[in-house]
């Protein structure tokens, strides 16, 4: 993220990859239908007791705004993340690991 104005095309595909990435966050950690929260550029998170901002994202990840930050911080979509609803904080929970080995039954 940069504080410089940047051209028009650059802010779409800014904008584009943004997009990209947003998809795959909501549709591989399934939050709305989990938990019933939709990540968004700007949505309101906690984590390890910091609140900040989401400002932007990082292939898999968030980058968020902390109150009070100088700069944003990488974070990763489930790990000690809540999220601000009009209900209040929900904790965002892991996706079961398809590779996971399952215990057998005897």
């Known amino acids: 993220m ?6 028009p ?9 943004q997009a990209a ?7 591989y950690y399934g939050l709305e239908q989990r938990v019933g929260v939709r990540v968004a550029i700007g949505g309101r998170v906690r984590s390890s007791g910091q609140e900040g ?9 968030l980058m968020v705004q902390f109150d009070g930050a100088e700069r944003p911080s990488r974070r990763h979509v489930t790990s000690n993340m ?6 209040g904080w929900v904790a965002a929970t892991p996706v079961a690991d398809p ?5 057998q039954e005897a």
């Open 82 to 87: 809540e999220y601000a609803t009009a209900a």
């Open 53 to 61: 901002q989401i400002v932007d994202t990082s292939g898999h990840y």
């Open 99 to 103: 590779c996971a080995r399952v215990p």
């Open 2 to 7: 940069t504080s410089e104005p940047i051209g």
């Open 21 to 27: 990435d947003l998809d795959y966050i909501r549709r």
């Open 9 to 17: 095309a650059a802010e779409y595909q800014n904008r584009q990859r």
